[in-house]
């Protein structure tokens, strides 16, 4: 893998998906944005998104990871990763909504496989047409990294459960039509389930959520007291929901990676820009070796990223299961640019600390998935876990 700000992969299809991509977003969508007033402080709404999921699907981007039964592409890992990469290097407000991560079927994730006839009709499959809108609630207040304390309980009764609890952090809540619940049931200690939840069903509220640092109104909070959810919406089997809340864990760990990588090779882009543009004492930042030496390392950094993500997804898609790998590759990226964005910052000086500035949000984006989807500290627990399963060196 050679460095590139503007990566090729000597396979036709990919590239001709990656530069389809690259068009859309900085074309039809950067203009709708303009056209729309969207700015990231604006709160998110279902009348804004809706075209772009329809346009997006139009475009064969909508689900484009999913099976061809399911109106996809079957893309291979590196190749969902490479267009993961494109979104988030696009600089688009709304470009999260391009491939389904909000409310659509990159959201549903891995969940379809568990979908009964009747639940991919009602549910899942109206998802990828973008005529309905998901999220997952998992997390609660004092059950994040330790899921398994979480205190939302499914009470089994006469044609279904009731639900009860508190689930918070669920991306895409404000604009969903159903969460995807996890659940304990009722008297046990470590059984869960996986629920199907219209949202307007009595007994449940969307409730506006805690504003993250990065600024976005995308979260809710989704509250049960009492929910009736019917039988035929229990996803899989009792006692099945941690598998299911949790499953493809090493896939969906190594698929974050690459949103981060986008982020970090845009804020790479701004920087190199910024150094070559701004004039200090009559010549151009860039000419400072102290501001081309920052530029190498985070250029140095980013490579080392991608190569090491990059290489787990293929031998995920070459049948392996790169367990530790996941989990390396998850801490490496998260904290590699972290350290770009940091000195991103630092060489746009005034501009890099103003609200508004592109380098600043991305500093705050950047800056959560160092606790998203694991923290960084989980990361290592689960590589040192790894370490010690190794067989011992023979005297």
């Not at 993500?309 to 590759?329: H, K, N, Q, V, W």
């Amino acid at each position: 893998m050679t460095f590139s700000l503007r990566p090729t992969y000597g396979d036709p299809v990919t590239d001709e998906l990656v530069a389809k991509l690259r068009g859309y977003l900085s074309g039809e969508l950067a203009d709708y944005e303009r056209e729309h007033g969207i700015d990231r402080r604006i709160p998110l709404t279902r009348a804004m998104l809706e075209p772009v999921w329809r346009r997006s699907r139009e475009l064969g981007f909508y689900g484009i990871h999913l099976p061809a039964e399911f109106g996809g592409q079957g893309l291979s890992h590196v190749q969902l990763a490479a267009l993961k990469e494109e979104v988030g290097a696009g600089g688009r407000i709304l470009g999260h909504s391009v491939l389904g991560e909000m409310g659509g079927p990159l959201r549903a994730g891995d969940i379809f496989r568990y979908a009964t006839e009747h639940q991919l009709q009602k549910y899942f499959l109206p998802v990828v047409r973008g005529e309905r809108a998901c999220c997952f609630s998992l997390t609660e207040v004092d059950a994040g990294s330790d899921v398994r304390s979480m205190r939302t309980v499914a009470v089994p009764e006469a044609g279904g459960y009731r639900l009860t609890g508190h689930k918070v952090f669920s991306t895409a809540g404000a604009f969903a039509d159903f969460a995807i619940v996890i659940a304990r049931m009722d008297g046990t200690e470590n059984s869960f389930s996986a629920f199907l939840v219209d949202l307007d069903s009595p007994g449940c509220r969307v409730a506006e959520g805690a504003t993250p640092m990065s600024g976005e109104n995308i979260e809710a909070d989704i509250i049960l007291d009492g929910c009736h959810v019917p039988a035929a919406n229990l996803l899989g089997k009792e006692g099945e929901g941690m598998r299911i809340g949790l499953g493809r864990v090493t896939t969906n760990r190594l698929l974050h990676c690459p949103t981060l990588l986008g982020m970090a090779r845009r804020a790479i882009e701004l920087t190199l820009e910024r150094a070559r543009t701004r004039t200090v004492a009559g010549a151009p930042l860039l000419a400072l070796q102290a501001i081309q030496h920052k530029l190498a390392d985070m250029a140095t950094e980013y490579y080392a990223a991608r190569s090491m993500t990059y290489t787990a997804l293929a031998a995920l898609d070459g049948g392996t299961s790169p367990r530790i790998e996941a989990f390396m590759c998850k801490l490496f990226v998260a904290e590699a640019a972290f350290r770009i964005l940091d000195e991103a910052v630092q060489i746009h000086g005034k501009e890099g600390l103003t609200q508004g500035s592109e380098v600043e949000y991305l500093f705050r984006k950047v800056r959560m998935f160092r606790v998203l989807t694991g923290t960084s500290e989980i990361q290592r627990n689960g590589i040192a876990k790894g370490l010690a399963t190794l067989p011992a060196l023979k005297p």
